[in-house]
Each structure stands twice: as C-alpha cells, then as structure tokens.
C-alpha cells in the first residue's frame, strides 16, 4: 500500500516569493503522484500528474514538481507566488489500480 | 461539458437521521470514488465504484456507511443513524477508466449533523 506525507501543514510566504511545498510518499510498487489545489469551500482541482518520463512536470498556474525517486519525493514549486495562490494543496498517490492515496494537506498563505 | 456534479451541496440532519449524497460523473467516465474531508484534514479514501460492482471498499466504516452506483443514474452515499462525528464534506471523483486516471472532483457536499 502506498502513501503520502506533506512535511508542511502551513507554508506562509510574501506575494512574488518562490515556494516550495514537501510531499514524501511510500510504496512498494511503481507510483503515480498528484498535486491538487483546493480553494475555501471547493472541491480539488488537478494542479499536475506525474505518470512516467520526464521527471520535471509542469502544471496549470507557473507550478512545476520534481519526481525523484531516490530520496521518495515529489516537491511541488512555484518561482514566483500571487495573493490568489492561497489555498490548500494535496498531494497525492496512486497505484495502477487508481487507488489514490492523499496527504494531510499544506496550507499556503501569500501575504502582500 | 459538465464537470462531475454533486448534490445537496450543503445538507443538514439531526442525530439518528439518514443522509442520501449523490454524485454524477463526468460524461464519458464509469468509476467513481467518495472521499471524506474532516475540519482541517486531508481527504480519506472511502470507497471505489464501477457501474453496479463495488470495487474497493477498504475505507468504508463497517456500519451505517454504504454505496452504490447503479447501471442508471447518480452514485449514491448513504450514511444510516448519523451521528455528530460524521459531520464532514465528502468528495466524489470519477475517472474514465481502468488504471492509472486522473480523478476529477465535484464541489462536495457538506453534511452538518446536529
């Protein structure tokens, strides 16, 4: 069985800083990864998804993560954050049989 | 082309009574998954739904819980008895198909037990 752990619960960071949130995952077999955006009072919105190739993927709205391997990881990034990237960001795991797994969810807040 | 759609979006019930949430996939997509959402919590897996055959249900409480998705019409979550502790949103995602799929999600429905 896999799953996720999000090293950060909340992420404060001022507008136009770069961001990283920390996402680790388990799993004894071969893995998908997720990251997903929950805006207040909204269900979740795909940001990306890494499925096989290249290990930099890039995602809706400037984000981009890293899939490696060795170290488990699956970092998402943003080199430069706006007010309305404040939300809740879930990343994700899955197995061939789609059975996906979440983590506890990071919290960022952009500040002017 | 409507994304995947939920209703109530908010429900409200008292102690012992039953809750009925529906989902309706996108068009096209024939597995469906219900995730709860605790206050301040990531999402928890419940249960995974092809038309008319459960699939995975490992994170289903034992009881009063149970799901179904019929050959015609929404899949539907049935919460029996509630209780103050099933107070939550809970999220249905579907996907095309077999394997590894992006899961789209719908708005939830927030379930509020008093």
């Known amino acids: 069985a896999q799953s996720v752990t999000q090293l950060d619960s909340q992420v404060p960071v001022f507008e136009e800083a770069p961001v990283e949130l920390r996402c680790n995952y388990s799993?004894?077999?071969?893995?998908?990864l997720f990251w997903y955006v929950q805006y207040p009072n909204q269900g979740l919105q795909l940001l990306l998804k890494?499925?096989?190739?290249?290990?930099l993927v890039k995602g809706i709205n400037g984000f981009e993560a890293e899939f490696n391997k060795s170290q488990t990881s699956f970092h998402l990034r943003k080199p430069s954050v706006h007010i309305s990237d404040t939300a809740e960001y879930f990343c994700?795991?899955?197995?061939?049989?789609?059975?996906?797994?979440f983590g506890a969810g990071t919290r960022l807040t952009v500040k002017p | 082309n409507a994304g995947v759609m939920q209703n109530p979006r908010h429900l409200v019930r008292r102690r012992g009574q039953e809750a009925r949430l529906r989902c309706s996939p996108m068009?096209?997509?024939?597995?469906v998954y219900w995730y709860r959402q605790l206050p301040e919590e990531g999402l928890k897996f419940m249960v995974y739904?092809?038309?008319?055959?459960?699939?995975?249900e490992s994170g289903m409480p034992k009881e009063r819980f149970s799901a179904e998705f019929p050959k015609e019409g929404p899949s539907i979550l049935r919460i029996q008895q509630v209780v103050r502790g099933d107070s939550a949103a809970y999220f249905c995602?579907?996907?095309?198909?077999?394997?590894?799929?992006?899961?789209?999600f719908g708005p939830g429905t927030r379930l509020t037990v008093l």
């Open positions: 994700a795991v899955s197995g061939r049989d789609n059975d996906m797994r």
């Open positions: 799993s004894s077999v071969s893995v998908y």
């Open positions: 890494y499925l096989s190739g290249s290990t």
């Open positions: 739904l092809q038309k008319e055959n459960i699939i995975d």
């Open positions: 068009k096209g997509h024939s597995h």
């Open positions: 995602a579907s996907s095309r198909g077999q394997g590894v799929d992006t899961q789209y």
